[in-house]
């Protein structure tokens, strides 16, 4: 024990004299006279303002300070060091370059400081944030070759709003602001604030361009304070349009004509082919529903825009409907380029048509891609792909896809003696971009509502073992509500698999009748349903991710026939037993973002498929899995689980797939960039999977009410290569508690022994993978 203690304070004695030393270190390179700056602070003399208003002033106010001293961790500053120590490098490249600019940091002097500069900002900021009396000092601190400035505000009397006023007249402008004014960002007894008078203008434009004011602006609108009204820090604002405004900025504008170039070309301008504004003389052989569809070639049918654009002949102008319209052409997926354009035709009814320039993307293209991949079973391998698409199939942006694909898979980090898988197939898809259903389906979403249409097959070849002959077809909508919520609903999706070529080496590994499963003859078809919500793109400190799927098996066929296989009542169809089964599966992410090179991220799934009727077992590849690169990286792929099931009692050989039924798991990781391309991570995984069903052959693999000790844990540090156009990401995970030891003994930290290689060799797993886990 002593010695443990006598090594422990010799390791923080170390670390302080270099951290001291490294601290003082860079002081010395600096030249007579010069002085390294180590930032700005901003002090608060006011009694009158409470502790939170001071803290968040005194945050804005050193936000706002220039220039930023150089970054420091704990006190140290490493990138200044790494500067300093670097040689100048005669050329931009190589070894003293990339340690110089790449790596280190250029010295942040006092000199650098302009004073007077920043305390000019501290007074500006404080005065548009209600402090019209503020007054700012600065001063230097000095000391081994290390300067601060202190700077010292006297704010004064935070100025409230007392009144707020929309001024009056006959406009029609006027009246549509004076319509305007009830939800008003302007609050009485709120301080007053420029970015909240910034905001109420654009607040006003926003309302303004709803109701036909296409030519409105902000800067239209001014915000009068006036501060003399009361001596106790009041202040009344008078919001009025601006005396200069243009006459065109206060008339409402309404839709005069429509008309839309489906195949537009900026060449074609330029030779003459096509004038904008148009001669309306010239438009009425164009004409389709008081739209103008200027397409000579008829390669678009005209309903295709009858159904995108929500501008009609005689409508106000409002700009949701403008947006609208723009997202949904782009959302056709057919147009490579929208444009918009509104060109007044009659001033004195305030009328403009509406023009919409579309520029086509290639209809047809053939690609040839060479992938690299990886599942969650850790297979990864190399795919070759041959694409065929038409954007515009039968000449209403329909696309069509077909697809040509071989594969090979080869197990990294899974189980021993793990076969090579060989793919080949083939699949068409038709997406039509309305809801093709004996029912009217209105949508104002932004996108456009597809009905698709599957066909594929695909062979499957695991080597010495069997041959799998898939054959799957769908029927389906997707439409989003928005940006951010999406809908995918399955009318029917048929599967059926047909095993072939079944070998004896495969019967000799797969003994139980679970592992025999994946062969058996498989016919799934019914509705499958998925809701997705994400806002991950939007510029949030925290954001979320969530999918929930619904898979519904056999359900009305079983209910007709009267399937019952517990009562030997099992119905087939073409002599296949069809699946029954209901399903549902749900997986919900969050984000935290911590800096623009540092975030936690944290996903939990929860999922049960029950089998019933003419179904006792769940289809193999519809049940859960667990472990391997995707999911609890400290066990190898599909050998973690069901319960508390031993893997350890399958014989070496033997096929260790495992599944269940049901799933929980839970997974935590820090993610951090320390240089361009090379990021590093630190995670936490939780979790297993059950069966509903008692199995003879797995012992303790059905769920009960023991489940939470039945649950896995592992940790482990991971290393993540982007390169953009793919992400390589290598992560070393160990377990900490193993659900298959006997209870009691299940959490594995006294077991840990990175000296033995035994243990390394079971223990350690390295999961190789091609983009994030989640």
């Not at 931009?92 to 900002?121: M, S």
């Not at 070309?265 to 082919?273: E, L, M």
């Not at 059926?496 to 139980?512: H, M």
């Not at 769940?618 to 066990?635: D, E, H, L, T, V």
Request: glycine share 6%; hydrophobic share 35%; net charge positive.
């Amino acid at each position: 024990m002593k010695s443990r203690f006598s090594i422990y304070y010799r390791y923080l004695f170390t670390s302080g004299f270099a951290a001291v030393t490294l601290s003082c270190s860079n002081t010395r390179f600096l030249k007579e006279g010069q002085m390294l700056y180590t930032g700005g602070e901003v002090k608060i003399e006011n009694d009158s303002l409470s502790k939170k208003e001071k803290n968040e002033l005194k945050a804005s106010l050193e936000e706002n300070l220039v220039p930023k001293p150089n970054s420091s961790i704990l006190g140290l500053r490493p990138k200044l060091y790494f500067y300093n120590i670097a040689k100048e490098p005669k050329k931009d490249k190589g070894f003293n370059y990339w340690l110089k600019y790449k790596v280190g940091e250029k010295p942040v002097l006092l000199g650098d400081v302009d004073r007077e500069f920043n305390k000019d900002i501290i007074e500006n900021y404080s005065e548009n944030k209600g402090y019209f009396n503020a007054k700012a000092k600065y001063d230097t601190v000095s000391k081994n070759k290390k300067a601060k400035v202190i700077y010292t505000l006297r704010p004064g009397g935070r100025y409230l709003i007392t009144n707020v006023k929309f001024q009056q007249d006959s406009s029609l402008v006027n009246r549509e602001i004076q319509s305007l004014a009830p939800k008003t960002l302007l609050k009485t007894g709120n301080p007053f604030d420029l970015d909240v008078i910034k905001d109420e203008r654009v607040r006003i434009d926003n309302g303004l361009k709803e109701r036909g004011f296409y030519y409105f602006n902000p800067d239209n609108i001014i915000v009068q304070a006036d501060s003399t009204v009361s001596k106790n820090h009041k202040v009344e604002l008078n919001v009025k349009l601006k005396d200069d405004t243009p006459d065109l900025a206060t008339q409402q504008f309404s839709i005069d004509k429509v008309i839309v170039f489906p195949n537009y070309n900026i060449q074609d301008v330029k030779r003459g082919k096509y004038n904008v504004p148009m001669n309306p003389d010239s438009l009425s052989k164009y004409a389709y529903d008081d739209i103008y569809v200027i397409d000579p070639q008829h390669k678009f049918k005209p309903k295709i825009f009858d159904r995108a654009l929500y501008f009609k002949k005689g409508d106000l102008y409002n700009r949701s409907n403008h947006n609208l319209t723009l997202n949904r052409l782009i959302s056709l997926g057919v147009f490579k380029f929208v444009k918009n354009e509104f060109i007044v035709s009659d001033s004195l009814k305030h009328q403009f048509d509406a023009y919409y320039l579309l520029t086509p993307r290639q209809i047809q293209s053939l690609r040839l891609e060479a992938l690299g991949r990886t599942n969650s079973a850790n297979y990864a391998g190399s795919e070759l792909n041959l694409n065929w698409t038409h954007r515009n199939f039968f000449r209403g942006a329909e696309q069509f896809k077909a697809a040509v694909y071989g594969a090979f898979d080869f197990q990294m980090g899974g189980q021993e003696d793990a076969k090579n898988l060989f793919r080949a197939g083939t699949n068409v898809q038709l997406s039509i971009p309305r809801i093709v259903a004996p029912f009217r389906f209105n949508s104002s979403s932004a996108f456009v509502p597809r009905t698709n249409i599957t066909l594929g097959y695909e062979f499957q070849n695991r080597t010495q073992l069997y041959t799998l002959n898939n054959f799957n077809a769908s029927f389906g909508y997707v439409w989003k509500e928005n940006a951010r919520k999406e809908h995918d609903l399955k009318v029917i999706d048929i599967t059926l698999v047909s095993p072939a070529n079944i070998t004896e080496e495969f019967y000799k590994q797969a003994t139980t009748p679970a592992a025999q499963r994946v062969v058996e003859k498989q016919l799934i078809f019914g509705p499958t349903y998925s809701y997705t919500y994400t806002n991950t793109m939007l510029p949030k400190t925290n954001t979320i991710y969530y999918k929930g799927t619904l898979d519904l098996a056999g359900n009305i066929t079983g209910l007709v026939t009267g399937a019952n296989v517990k009562n030997d009542k099992e119905k087939k169809i073409f002599g296949i037993p069809f699946s029954q089964y209901a399903k549902i599966e749900n997986d919900f992410r969050f984000y935290h973002k911590f800096t623009d090179k540092s975030s936690f991220a944290s996903r939990f799934i929860g999922g049960i498929a029950y089998p019933y009727g003419n179904s006792e077992f769940i289809p193999f590849s519809k049940q859960f899995f667990a472990g391997g690169s995707n999911s609890i990286r400290a066990f190898r792929a599909r050998t973690l689980g069901p319960g508390s099931f031993d893997p350890r009692t399958i014989e070496k050989g033997l096929l260790l797939d495992q599944a269940g039924d049901i799933k929980l798991e839970l997974n935590a990781e820090y993610r951090a960039n320390i240089y361009k391309f090379l990021n590093v991570a630190a995670f936490v995984d939780a979790g297993n999977v059950w069966l509903i069903n008692e199995d003879k052959d797995r012992p303790g693999g059905k769920f009960s009410k023991d489940f939470l000790s039945e649950i896995a844990v592992g940790a482990g540090v991971g290393l993540r290569l982007d390169f953009s156009i793919l992400i390589l990401r290598l992560d070393l995970a160990m377990p900490l508690r193993v659900p298959y030891y006997e209870k009691g003994d299940r959490w594995a930290f006294d077991k840990i022994n990175f000296g033995d290689s035994s243990w390394r060799k079971d223990n350690l797993v390295l999961n190789i993978a091609i983009g994030y886990p989640f």
